[in-house]
């Protein structure tokens, strides 16, 4: 009963009102902005789409963790960053127009990432009997439905409705974080009931999502600190390479219509109760660091 409850009513309800609140923040004038950043922008699309993944797929595979939370791992890192990381690099000062850039392309790119990912992960560890094979064309159109069109749907509200968009969005946020706080509790308890000792398992999983989390936000940086980014972009990269969505990755593991699996959003649980205080203590870092270094040249 609380699969059902979480999978069919709390998820779609709380992941659609995330995505309808990132399009309340977005303005049309962002997607303009995409291209005067092609660089930052190009580096941080690979660092999300084959970077992290890559990381990920290491992380998993040289970990003794049941497969299905193998594949949660990486499914983490193949979900795009959301409003909490547009939120973060704002509260740090990034540069909130590539943050946002970053997000709506990846947020794109994603239906064609997760099924491959997902393939490609199942592949490498399940067994030939249980390997995950999303149908690659009504995936994509799932995806599109649950993620884009309520994007969409925001993003018009914002342009016909400014004001009232605006309002409307501040209190959307903590409908959406109590939502999510739901969401976290009804995985917990799912799976629970459905292991014995599962408190041992978070336990052993925690400590490889928190090395996902910081191995991002590093590698972020250290791609933008090698072609030599100014400081707001240096935040900007470490945040969206090292947050993602982890709502969508409880979604994706946990709905009826994608994977179906309670234990494979472990993972995005685990990962989704530290990761926006990890990456504002990281932002906080790099800034105090470039202070006192402030003889770095940025461009």
């Known amino acids: 009963m609380e699969a059902s409850l979480l999978s069919q009513y709390i998820l779609p309800v709380t992941l ?17 902005l995409i291209f005067s950043e092609p660089k930052a922008l190009i580096t941080g699309l690979i660092c999300q789409m084959i970077l992290l993944p890559a990381i990920a797929f290491t992380i998993a595979g040289l970990s003794n963790l049941p497969d299905p939370i193998k594949i949660g ?16 690099t704002y509260l740090l000062k990034g540069n909130v127009a590539l943050s946002i850039s970053l997000t709506s392309i990846n947020s794109i ?16 560890f ?14 994509i159109l799932k995806i599109f439905l649950m993620i884009l069109l309520p994007i969409a749907f925001g993003i018009l509200i914002r342009y016909r409705f400014s004001k009232g968009a605006q309002a409307v969005e501040r209190y959307m946020k903590y409908i959406t974080t109590l939502l999510l706080a739901v969401v976290f509790l009804f995985v917990i308890l799912t799976n629970h009931s459905e292991s014995e000792r599962p408190f ?16 991002g936000m590093i590698s972020g940086y250290y791609c933008g600190r090698w072609l030599r980014f100014s400081k707001p972009k240096l935040i900007t990269l470490s945040v969206e390479v090292g947050i993602q969505n982890s709502a969508l990755a409880i979604t994706i593991a946990s709905s009826p219509v994608f994977l179906d ?9 685990i990962y989704g109760m530290f990761t926006f205080f990890n990456a504002v203590l990281f932002g906080m870092v790099i800034k105090r660091w470039h202070n006192i270094r402030g003889r770095i040249k940025y461009k």
């Not at 699996?261 to 649980?269: E, Q, W």
């Open 16 to 32: 659609g009102l995330i995505m309808i609140n990132l399009g309340l923040s977005l303005h049309l004038e962002d997607f303009r």
């Open 73 to 88: 791992i990486v499914l983490i890192s193949i979900c795009p960053g959301g409003a909490t990381s547009n939120l973060i």
């Open 109 to 124: 790119l994603i239906l064609f990432s997760i099924p491959a990912y997902i393939l490609l992960a199942s592949n490498l």
């Open 126 to 139: 399940l067994d030939e009997e249980t390997i995950i094979s999303l149908p690659f064309i009504p995936t």
């Open 200 to 215: 041992r398992l978070y336990f052993r999983i925690a400590p490889l999502v928190l090395l996902l989390n910081i191995m």
């Open 261 to 269: 699996n309670t234990i494979m959003a472990i993972p995005a649980v």
